[in-house]
């Protein structure tokens, strides 16, 4: 669920894009009452006002759809994990894919935690959560990880906030670790090199050539369809994603035009490097269509990352072919998302701007960016550094 700011007729707007209960995808304009020129601080304020009073509605409506939703009007009737299965279940069609697997996986490791305790949803106390968050911690998980525990657990918990289920949420007066700040691994421009030449002729060269260009997340690199190269204004647009799922056992693939957030929508120039290779890739589609006729999966023609039989590449065999032939070459280990770093780490050292990169790379705010790369940055240092000696005399 996302809220933006629009301007009509001289006044702000804040526009919700949500799914409905039958899972398609909708709009919603509020108005903010304010005119067009309000500081930014109030506009906020009265966005996150706006958001959440739609979200309490919408989860209550979502909520009230359960099918055994009686059992679970008091907290005082049911368990703190049958909660998290509920919440999972209702928050389902909301989510992206990939947000979900999230949560899921993050609803597994508490359950095994709290379903020996018994708790019932309304004697879950601060103490209890701490106590689980200090368990993890001893058992080796790193804060990272715990802090995205915290937050499935609190959201899950703002929802029986919400859904009048809880008066106060537990969560909030917990003490979460401190984030470790993420050390990327990448290549330089020679190691690159090395990289390309191990991938000629491999059928995820195109692959590996536009993560390293582009900085393009696996998602969206397999995600990438002949509709979004225009050819005739240079340009190559960021819209749409594959992921995996497993589905009794066996993987399936499921297309999305949901990014990650909403600056990862994003049309950027056409490399001409880049837009050379796509051409050979088209011409060679073309070749093997013709050569194996019926034998040729044509079922994802609109894809550009796919093999000389026409399947499309899968998320599971771009990270584990990379990954293998890394091993085989004897190469630095990366992995195929280091790739994304390895571009942000080039554009830094020539001199492109953090803002300039959070726009590439798609990030949803500058302070994503900063956090990844501030490390990285070392031109800005050495102004710095030229800067106080000339003051300084």
């Known amino acids: 669920m996302k809220a933006s700011f629009q301007k009509k007729k001289g006044f702000v707007y804040v526009v919700i894009s949500y799914k409905t209960l039958d899972g398609k995808y909708a709009t919603k304009w509020e108005s903010t009452g304010m005119k067009v020129g309000t500081g930014i601080r109030k506009l906020e304020e009265k966005r996150k006002e706006i958001l959440s009073e739609f979200e309490a509605s919408y989860y209550k409506a979502l909520y009230a759809n359960t099918t055994d939703k009686n059992r679970f009007y008091s907290s005082s009737k049911c368990t703190f994990t049958e909660y998290l299965d509920t919440w999972l279940d209702t928050v389902r069609p909301a989510v992206a894919l990939t947000t979900y697997k999230g949560y899921q996986k993050n609803v597994r490791r508490i359950k095994r935690y709290f379903e020996p305790l018994k708790l019932r949803l309304g004697e879950v106390k601060p103490i209890h959560i701490q106590d689980f968050y200090k368990y993890l911690s001893e058992d080796g998980l790193c804060a990272n990880s ?3 525990i915290h937050a499935t657990i609190r ?13 106060s949420n537990p969560a909030d007066k917990t003490d979460r670790p401190r984030i470790q700040k993420y050390q990327a691994s990448f290549y330089n421009k020679d190691e690159l090199d090395k990289l390309f030449e191990v991938f000629k002729g491999d059928r995820m060269e195109l692959c590996v050539h536009i993560a390293a260009y582009y900085g393009l997340r696996r998602s969206e690199v397999i995600g990438l369809r002949w509709e979004a190269v225009d050819f005739e204004n240079k340009t190559i647009t960021i819209n749409h994603k594959i992921v995996n799922d497993y589905r009794d056992g066996k993987e399936v693939i499921i297309a999305e035009d949901k990014l990650k957030n909403q600056s990862s929508n994003r049309t950027l120039p056409l490399i001409p490097h880049i837009e050379e290779l796509l051409l050979k890739e088209k011409e060679k589609q073309q070749y093997y269509s013709a050569l194996l006729m019926t034998g040729y999966n044509h079922s994802y023609d609109e894809y550009i990352c796919r093999d000389n039989t026409g399947e499309l590449i899968t998320p599971n065999y771009v990270t584990d072919h990379f990954r293998f032939m890394i091993a085989k070459h004897g190469l630095k280990p990366l992995r195929f998302h ?8 080039l554009l830094l050292a020539n001199g492109i701007s953090m803002k300039q990169i959070q726009e590439w790379l798609g990030h949803s705010t500058y302070n994503v960016t900063a956090n990844f790369y501030s490390h990285l940055e070392y031109n800005s240092k050495i102004a ?7 003051a300084l005399g």
């Open 155 to 167: 959201k899950a918990l703002q929802h029986a906030v919400k859904t009048e289920l809880l008066d």
């Open 338 to 345: 280091d790739l994304r770093h390895s571009c942000a780490s």
């Open 384 to 390: 710095s550094a030229d800067a106080i000696s000339k």
């Open 146 to 148: 715990i802090i995205h």
